[in-house]
T-cell receptor, first 110, second 115 residues
Framework: TQLLEQSPQFLSIQEGENLTVYCNSS?????LQWYRQEPGEGPVLLVT?????EVKKLKRLTFQFGDARKDSSLHITAAQPGDTGLYLC??????????FGPGTRLSVLP | EAGVVQSPRYKIIEKKQPVAFWCNPI?????LYWYRQNLGQGPELLIR????????DSQLPKDRFSAERLKGVDSTLKIQPAELGDSAVYLC?????????????FGPGTRLTVT
């Protein structure tokens, strides 16, 4: 059983478009992290959200943690080819262990 | 500062053969994780170390997988014997224990192909 679901599974957009990807679960998490992974590399942490309803911004990326701490979204404004990659969310369980979702594979075409 | 180092980067073996992966975490990071990432999936935790102690190995298939972290620094993950289904990327990550964000730093991974 997948603890975390991510949607969409794949997304291909043109440079300059906006997009939102989602991370959903029926479980409550102490914290939730978003990572980006490029081919042949390990995931790189983008943000950690801890408080329900929390919104964090990282340049053109906006992250939101759901009020009930069961879901999260990542919004990218004016996507660029450099944003291409696999976006993974990970929810914290049992203190310092994280369960990863299957990821959203984003392709931004120039 | 050097990141998490893993070797080898790629490994191709025949089924039933043994294989070992090595990880050197970021200096000072006492928590070390081994993950397995299947194609098209997110990483799945295999084992977590606090210093030299394995504090969570509940997802490690102990019939064929073993891990060690001698002296609480480098770690080795071994599979013996390997099966076709073990083909995956094996990721190592490390973090500082006493930080609120539990920020994990991942290595580039070892891509294992079992034929």
């Amino acid at each position: 059983t997948q603890l975390l679901e991510q949607s969409p599974q794949f997304l291909s957009i043109q440079e300059g478009e906006n997009l939102t990807v989602y991370c959903n679960s029926s479980s409550v998490f102490s914290s939730l992290q978003w990572y980006r992974q490029e081919p042949g590399e390990g995931p790189v942490l983008l943000v950690t959200v801890v408080t329900g309803g929390e919104v964090k911004k990282l340049k053109r990326l906006t992250f939101q943690f759901g009020d009930a701490r069961k879901d999260s979204s990542l919004h990218i404004t004016a996507a660029q080819p450099g944003d291409t990659g696999l976006y993974l969310c990970a929810g914290e369980v049992r203190g310092q262990n994280f369960v990863f979702g299957p990821g959203t594979r984003l392709s931004v075409l120039p | 500062e050097a990141g998490v180092v893993q070797s080898p980067r790629y490994k191709i073996i025949e089924k039933k053969q043994p294989v070992a992966f090595w990880c050197n975490p970021i200096s000072g990071h006492n928590t070390l994780y081994w993950y397995r990432q299947n194609l098209g999936q997110g990483p799945e935790l295999l084992i977590r170390y606090e210093n030299e102690e394995a504090v969570d190995d509940s997802q490690l298939p102990k019939d064929r997988f073993s891990a060690e972290r001698l002296k609480g620094v480098d770690s080795t993950l071994k599979i013996q014997p390997a099966e076709l289904g073990d083909s995956a990327v094996y990721l190592c990550a490390s973090s500082l224990r006493f930080t609120s964000s539990y920020e994990q730093y991942f290595g580039p991974g070892t891509r294992l192909t079992v034929t």
